[in-house]
């Protein structure tokens, strides 16, 4: 019977739990929020009760409270916040690097804490595509700047082009030499919040390719100018058959 009557407790505690978490009266877990240097940041806490007093903390130092009716921020972040005393929302402005971290929400209102953990990003340039022919085959590499080390762990690089090897989520992929070297490959570097992308010609990374087109446009170059010459001449030429014929008959 105590078996019995612990499991259909179970299911009570549990939708007792449920509730409470979806009134927000207890939050269990960090939630994940980016943000860009120089940019802005809210943490949306979105109460359903009313908040009487309000306590933000990064860690254990106090980011802002509200009590009584007046706020109080604290430093680095004087002039740099904004908080909304009805939902409990808190937005950070002019973001920098240092102000990345775990930040807890705290209120006499709500059971338990709201946490946080924010990344703070830079911004994300455009990738860097370079390729090489190795060993018979064409090897195309596309990476960000390596000054850019903003959290490296959160991006993501991505292929575009009708080929095969472009399904593959690598820095790095490999083409051969009968794939078809006129085609567009793109390159797309992601983070959570933001994506830039970069292209190249499968034709460009193969040299010898590039020096026949370059040659067989310098031929027909030089064949047209010298078609045009000789077209000049015979006119020339036929001119002065001509003039001469005149002269002839006006001598006769």
């Not at 120089?38 to 009313?50: C, D, L, Q």
């Not at 908040?51 to 740099?80: C, G, H, T, Y």
């Not at 989520?169 to 994506?195: G, H, M, R, V, W």
Request: one cysteine or more; aromatic letters at 8%; hydrophobic letters at 35%.
């Amino acid at each position: 019977m105590a078996a019995g009557s612990g499991a259909g407790r179970a299911p009570g505690v549990l939708g007792v739990v449920c509730l409470l978490l979806r009134f927000g009266f207890i939050s269990c877990g960090s939630q994940q929020v980016y943000g860009i240097v120089h940019e802005k940041v809210t943490f949306n806490i979105a109460s359903n009760v009313p908040l009487k007093e309000i306590l933000w903390k990064k860690q254990k130092d106090k980011v802002v409270e509200w009590e009584n009716s007046e706020l109080r921020a604290f430093s680095p972040f004087v002039n740099r916040i904004d908080l909304d005393p009805v939902s409990g929302d808190l937005t950070i402005f002019n973001l920098t690097s240092s102000d990345e971290g775990k930040y807890e929400m705290e209120s006499p209102n709500i059971t338990g804490t709201k946490t946080f953990s924010l990344y703070v990003l830079e911004h994300l340039p455009s990738p860097g595509i370079t390729c090489a022919l190795t060993n018979g085959s064409i090897e195309v590499i596309c990476q960000l700047s390596e000054h850019y080390n903003s959290h490296p762990e959160l991006t993501e690089y991505s292929w575009d082009c009708p080929m095969e090897q472009c399904k593959h989520d690598s820095t790095e992929i490999y083409f051969e030499l009968k794939d078809d070297l006129l085609q567009t490959i793109q390159c797309t570097a992601s983070n959570p919040l933001a994506n830039k992308t970069s292209s190249i010609v499968l034709e460009t990374c193969v040299p010898n390719s590039g020096h026949s087109r370059n040659r067989y446009i310098l031929i027909a170059a030089v064949l047209g100018v010298i078609i045009t010459i000789t077209c000049i001449m015979l006119y020339m030429c036929g001119i002065l058959k001509c003039d001469r014929k005149t002269d002839r008959n006006n001598s006769s």
